[in-house]
């Protein structure tokens, strides 16, 4: 499974908000909605996210092994 944890406390570190990333850098709150809720994101949105973030993959996502 994969995880958006990174992401908020990347936020976080970068003193950003939600809505900056949506009303500075027109990113989607369809996808923030879908990210809260553990939904799929393309390759090319998690590049968009590095890319105004500043960071890389891992500050984004982690996988998470299921218990199962």
Known sequence: MI??????????ERGMT???LIYKHGFSSYILYRMKHGETITLKTL??????LECGVE???????DEG
Do not use: A, G
């Not at 995880?3 to 976080?12: G, I, V």
């Open 59 to 65: 500050d984004v996502i982690v996988y998470v092994p």
């Open 3 to 12: 995880s958006y944890e990174p992401f908020y406390r990347t936020l976080k």
């Open 18 to 20: 939600e809505y900056q």
């Open 47 to 52: 590049d968009t996210l590095c890319f105004i």
